[in-house]
């Protein structure tokens, strides 16, 4: 019986995440697949090795074992891998990259654009998530490298597996209409983040601080959303600078520094044990690079 190890790592991450649509996104396959795949999986075992409870998946014990030792499987070829790269005279091999929205759109053509210049031998493979889960993604080896977002206040609970540094900071602004109040104006209707994010927490507390519960009418994790929504002169919104763009240039919307000038933290996190992986390093470097520049270019 030979195992497909593409299979194993599908079980582990289904053991890590409880569901079939948490595996696939942090995989980057769907939920069909996914459930393909560990079908073909158990008939390859002749042993069922989750069962199925409204959304949430549980292994069995057959599953529970066999899923240990891929984890140890796939630890030891990662391990391989990361040696066999350092034979190489230039770096070869697959990144997978998790960011957040605005991070990705500001700076992946950029990274991409480097890589295929000088290091043509390394794909990169880009998911979208929130900084939290970028994390647990990271600390279970679903993704190598993640760029993460800190607002003031709310660091986040990195593990001690994890090699994290700060790359950027952001300057964050309101965002406002033009023609309305181009202030901490209790009257307004925000675009924010959704409830229990950094951002939102960070942005309540602002208000908050003015002297005013904001009265939020458009909630979303999509900054852009947040941007159409000023332009459109239906909202004040907190913008960090990589998302705000050419908002500046734009009659229709004022942007202000808030008092203190407050920044957001975009940081690097990789896991400790691919500190020494070649691929990841040289991925990491053009990343940081790359933000490096957008700092210099925001300071002058």
């Not at 020494?276 to 520049?293: G, I």
């Amino acid at each position: 019986m030979t195992l497909d190890v593409r299979r194993l790592r599908m079980l582990c991450q289904l053991d890590a995440h409880g569901t079939m649509a948490a595996a696939a996104h942090a995989m980057s396959y769907s939920p069909a697949s996914i459930s393909q795949q560990l079908a073909q999986l158990e008939r390859d075992v002749g042993s069922t090795l989750f069962v199925t409870s409204g959304r949430s998946v549980r292994l069995t014990p057959a599953g529970t074992v066999l899923a240990a030792r891929a984890r140890k499987i796939l630890d030891s070829l990662d391990a391989a891998e990361r040696e066999v790269r350092h034979l190489g005279a230039t770096p070869v091999g697959r990144v997978r990259l998790a960011t957040f929205q605005s991070a990705a759109l500001a700076v992946l053509p950029a990274v991409h654009g480097k890589l295929a210049r000088d290091f043509g031998g390394i794909r990169l493979d880009v998911v979208h998530l929130e900084p939290r889960v970028a994390l647990d993604n990271l600390s279970r080896h679903a993704v190598d490298i993640a760029v993460l977002e800190e607002y003031p206040g709310s660091p986040l609970p990195k593990p001690r597996s994890v090699i994290a540094r700060v790359v950027l900071q952001d300057p964050l602004y309101l965002a406002a209409p033009a023609g309305s109040r181009a202030e901490l104006d209790p009257d307004a209707r925000w675009a924010l983040e959704p409830d229990g994010t950094a951002a939102r927490r960070w942005a309540a507390a602002t208000c908050r601080t003015a002297g005013f519960e904001p009265d939020v009418q458009f909630e979303s994790h999509d900054l852009m959303l947040h941007k159409a929504m000023v332009l459109a002169g239906l909202a004040h919104s907190f913008l960090p600078s990589l998302a705000i763009g050419d908002l500046t240039g734009d009659d229709r919307v004022s942007v202000e520094r808030l008092p203190g000038e407050p920044a957001r933290s975009v940081l690097l996190a990789y896991s400790a044990a691919a500190a020494n992986d070649p691929v990841v390093a040289t991925v990491s470097q053009v990343v940081e690079e790359c933000f490096s520049l957008l700092g210099r270019a925001g300071s002058t």
